[in-house]
């Protein structure tokens, strides 16, 4: 009876709690949409704006057809969105913001007419508090003007790596709170920042930052509760102060935890998740509330040595991931984002650099919980102009203070391939270094050179050196990379070193046996077979060097890039893995998958490259579960090899006949069979010139 008494009671104290904390609502539906550009005549600007508007829904980008089907063709400027939008009376005295995840590039926002907030930069949130321009009981207008044009005072200052697709290509959200709140507009963080020391097995040491805003005119008094909860929602520790809180600016309050033997988030193995709410009361009532994830975790890295998740050495197989999609560009849902983390999940990577800017939030929460290490980064690429300092440093804050509680992310991203002027560009580099130090000491920073030497005027400003370097294809041979990395292994051993980019394009159309150890990138015949030749070789080598701390091939998927004309394909990068569809895993894909993945892999290269050249010619098989059987025309092959790693076997000579060819590789496994095949066909032989050109001159980029 006094268990039921005792229950009772617990149920009617949840039950005093009057939760009226944050309201989030999407605000994505109901927009309207009009493209520049705008005429600078006053007359002919009235008639368009007062002109058809389309009907969009957010995410949305004006750039998702011409950014990617012919080059330098596509628009670059201004497009207006706006939104009616009714506010009740109720709402008054409540706090309105609004909070854009991304507009590409620079935004305007507008209340009534009336400017309610700018933003620079077109890969990280910001929001607006609007509540003062609203009618109350009445229909609102919101208007954004995004402009998508290049400047030399916001990075990326050009569109030449990448394109920055125009709009509000990410999602847009209504927040509702109580004039006292949890920060909203602390460069659109969560207003939480959560911290860890001395982790290990046995206890880790852990603080919650809150920062708290009062709207109102005059102290309220109020107690602030974090609380850690296990995944499961068991409460692990909580913690309360209370307060009378100031309306004079921002105040920040703290409490300290010591979790004694905490479940470790281990990356891929194990990526466990605690949960941290963050609760304003007033007396039993909820104020606010903002919820984050909490992964304890230890990332070190040793020169020479590698990566280290806990104490434990944790293998670094990196791919890079541009964000857009063939006809979608940068709008993308969430299971846009979920198809390609299941991709690079499949491939076996364990680490993503997202390239070459901040990603989407909910793309970050999502390594989170898949036990993904990631690399997030601004887009300070490719050239200065002596303009972007202030934005470089504005954009790096958001991207830590929105992104500072995923325990995923390791590492910040600096810069990538930026040099001349050497001492301007040094200077900011080191800036920003001392500015993510200074929010948040206890990542590492990351700044990527396109030259392969340590020496290099703007080299050793961050805590880890990255290099790409695209041996075979823009420079030297496919085998060059393994001399490079020896040279610097001897004579830097201290470094900490990233091989940030490598690879080489594939287009699918393009296909031939015959080729030497340097592509001719300049010509228009980009074949997959040299793209496999040339991941085959270097990771073979990358995977004997642990002074490689982590490599990062380029890329997992094709991406558009507008200015360029390549491999016969206009506005593309093909690079990727995986074709920018996503419909066409590349030969490349599944040696990687071999070699990373524990799903069992038994893979014939050259599938399409199907019209054979030679009579006598060579047969790959990539297998990761044992020595594969392998049958041409039903007779099996002999003289099987091991090539550069444990999963690739190759026969050689092997003979054709004339017409169809049927390949077929057999592989039993635990009572299974596993089988692959595909089909060749032989014609006679065919003379062509191998299609190489050695560039000895030392690529930087582009």
């Known amino acids: ?42 007359m002919r600007a009235a008639a368009q704006w007062d002109g058809k508007w389309s009907e969009v829904e957010i995410p949305h980008t004006w750039n998702a057809e011409d950014m990617q089907v012919k080059a330098a063709s596509f628009y670059e400027g201004v497009g207006y969105y706006k ?75 050009n569109q030449n790596l990448f394109g920055v697709y125009g709009g509000i290509y990410r999602p847009v959200w209504l927040v509702v709170t109580e004039p006292a709140n949890i920060t909203v507009t602390d460069c659109a963080s969560p207003g939480v920042y959560i911290t860890q020391k001395n982790v290990s097995k046995k206890s880790a040491d852990v603080t919650v930052k809150v920062k708290l805003d009062n ?94 998740l806990n104490g434990e050495k944790y293998p670094m197989y990196g791919v890079t991931r541009h964000q857009d999609w063939w006809g979608l560009g940068s709008a993308l849902k969430n299971e846009h984002h979920d198809f390609d983390l299941a991709t690079i999940m499949d491939v076996g990577a364990t680490t993503v650099r997202f390239a070459h800017y901040q990603q989407s939030e909910y793309l970050y929460s999502r390594c989170d919980s898949l036990g993904l290490v990631i690399w997030a980064e601004i887009p300070f690429v490719n050239r200065v102009t002596g303009y972007e300092t202030e ?54 920073t990351v700044a990527v050179n396109g030259y392969g030497h340590a020496e290099h005027p703007v080299n050793q400003n961050a805590d880890i050196q990255g290099m790409n370097r695209y041996f075979g294809w823009y420079e030297k041979k496919i085998q060059d990379i393994e001399p490079w990395v020896e040279g610097l292994e001897k004579n830097y051993p201290w470094q900490k070193l990233m091989l940030t980019e490598y690879g080489a394009d ?23 077979t040299f793209q496999t030749k040339t991941h085959e070789y270097q990771w073979a080598v990358i995977a004997k060097h642990p002074y490689i701390i982590a490599s990062y091939l380029w890329n997992m998927f094709d991406f558009a890039v507008p200015m360029w004309t390549r491999g016969g394909v206009e506005a593309r990068n093909l690079k990727g893995l995986v074709t920018f569809d996503r419909k066409t895993k590349k030969d490349s894909y599944f040696w990687y998958k071999a070699n990373w993945s524990k799903e069992p ?69 635990g009572g299974k069979e596993l089988t692959d095949e595909i089909e060749w066909n032989y014609a006679g032989e065919k003379k062509r010139e191998v299609d190489s050109k050695e560039n000895k001159n030392e690529h930087a980029g582009w």
């Open 506 to 528: 594939a287009n699918l159309n393009h296909q031939t046996e015959l080729l030497g150890d340097a592509l001719n990138w300049g010509k228009p015949f980009y074949p997959e």
């Open 1 to 42: 009876m006094l268990i039921i008494k005792r229950m009772v009671l617990c149920l009617l104290s949840l039950l005093a709690i009057t939760v009226t904390a944050r309201e989030v609502t999407s605000f994505n539906s109901g927009w309207q949409f009009k493209r520049g550009p705008f005429s600078v005549e006053p």
């Open 391 to 444: 934005n470089a440093q504005t954009q790096l804050r958001e991207l830590i203070r929105q992104s500072f509680n995923h325990p995923s992310i390791y590492v910040w991203g600096l810069h990538n391939e930026v040099y001349q002027p050497h001492e301007y560009t040094s200077a900011l580099t080191q800036s920003l270094h001392d500015l993510a130090k200074t929010e948040d000491p206890d990542r590492y």
């Open 83 to 157: 939104k009616k939008q009714f506010f009740g009376e109720e709402l008054k005295g409540k706090r309105i913001f609004l909070r854009f995840e991304g507009v590409g590039a620079n935004a305007e926002v507008y209340v009534n007419g009336k400017l309610v907030g700018t933003h620079q930069g077109g890969y990280s949130a910001f929001a607006c508090e609007i509540g003062t321009a609203l009618n109350w009981g009445a229909e609102n207008e919101i208007l954004v003007k995004a402009d998508n044009t290049a400047r030399p005072d916001v990075i990326p200052v």
């Open 215 to 308: 709207g109102s005119l005059a102290p309220v008094a109020l107690t602030l509760e974090n609380v850690i909860y296990t995944r499961e929602g068991k409460k692990v520790d909580s913690h309360k102060q209370s307060f009378d809180l100031t309306p004079q600016g921002t105040q920040t309050y703290s409490a300290t935890f010591i979790l004694r033997n905490p479940h470790l988030w281990q990356g891929r193995e194990d990526p466990y998740l605690y949960k941290v709410v963050s609760r304003l009361l007033d007396g039993k009532r909820i104020v606010d509330e903002v919820v984050q994830p909490l992964g304890v975790r230890k990332y070190e890295i040793v020169a020479g040595k590698g990566f280290y």
């Open 601 to 669: 892999v038994l893979y014939l290269t050259q599938r399409r490259n199907t019209n054979r050249e030679k009579k006598q010619t060579s047969v790959t098989v990539y297998s990761n579960v044992g020595t594969p059987n392998v049958y041409l025309n039903g007779q099996q092959l002999t003289g099987i090899r091991q090539g550069y790693t444990a999963v690739h076997y190759v026969f050689d000579q092997v003979t054709l006949s004339e017409g169809k060819n049927t390949l077929k590789a057999v592989v039993t496994v």
